[in-house]
Nanobody, 115 residues
Framework: QVRLVESGGGLVQAGGSLRLSCAAT????????MGWYRQAPGKEREMVAT???????NYADSVQGRFTISRAKAMNMAYLQMSSLKPEDTAVYYC?????????WGQGTQVTVSS
């Protein structure tokens, strides 16, 4: 069974940067898409960025140009480089791996951006 663990969250000043990491354990055969999602209190979970096994990336409009998603070649790590952070980016960030229609989620890591 696949298990995902996020790290790298914390408190940062507006305009600063953070890099989130997601470590995956288990069999990675068949992974199709890796991604980062976030959820703020009172809001629905939203897609932030995704990357396919082939390296194609997709971003939410709200983070386009500021965030960069990447992956390890072994498909056992996903990263989210965040720059020019805004208070609106404050949320719990979750990593997600998709195998066909099956999805796995991490426990989440808190990102807080102060002004």
């Amino acid at each position: 069974q696949v298990r995902l663990v996020e790290s790298g969250g914390g408190l940062v000043q507006a305009g600063g940067s953070l890099r989130l990491s997601c470590a995956a354990t288990g069999t990675m055969l068949g992974v199709r898409t890796m991604g980062w999602y976030r959820q703020a209190p009172g809001k629905e979970r939203e897609m932030v960025a995704t990357i396919t096994s082939g390296g194609t990336s997709n971003y939410a409009d709200s983070v386009q140009g500021r965030f960069t998603i990447s992956r390890a070649k072994a498909m056992n790590m996903a990263y989210l480089q965040m720059s020019s952070l805004k208070p609106e980016d404050t949320a719990v960030y979750y990593c997600n791996f998709k195998f066909g229609i099956t999805e796995y989620w991490g426990q989440g890591t808190q990102v807080t951006v102060s002004s």
